[in-house]
């Protein structure tokens, strides 16, 4: 009977090895889940600066000249201006009166994620999204 309960014991040590090893090759280690959460993070972060950039333009009639313009002003909210791994500001660069560009660093391809905006998706390192403000429509 020992033989017995010794097969049943790695049998069981054999599933549950097996089911580590299925969960980190379908979601991922947990050193890549913590890099795509952080891109979420960047995403979600770079699509509330769009939206508060709108809002400042459409109530200021101009681009901020920099994202602490957004801080600054206690009617638009900005969810955050900095990167939540290393702490460094989004770039932002005005184009023209009415585009922009922020940019971030990621740490990974959207691709390797499992939701991404429409809009945003982008390669890992360093990428620059451009938005363009609508215009205001001419009267008549």
Known sequence: MSAGRNLI???????VVAAVV???????????????RFDEQRVSNLRSLSSAIEIFAARHAA??????????????????TRDPETGSPYAYRIINAQSYELCAEFGAASADAT??????????????FTFTIPGKPSPG
């Open 115 to 128: 939701y991404v905006p429409d809009g945003f998706r982008h390669p890992e390192g360093h990428h620059c």
């Open 9 to 15: 014991a790695y049998g069981a040590v054999a599933v």
């Open 63 to 80: 681009l901020p000249q920099d994202l602490d313009a957004l801080l600054a002003d206690p009617t638009v909210y900005a969810q955050s």
């Open 22 to 36: 299925g969960g980190v090759v379908l979601i991922g280690s947990p050193s890549s889940q913590r890099i795509l």
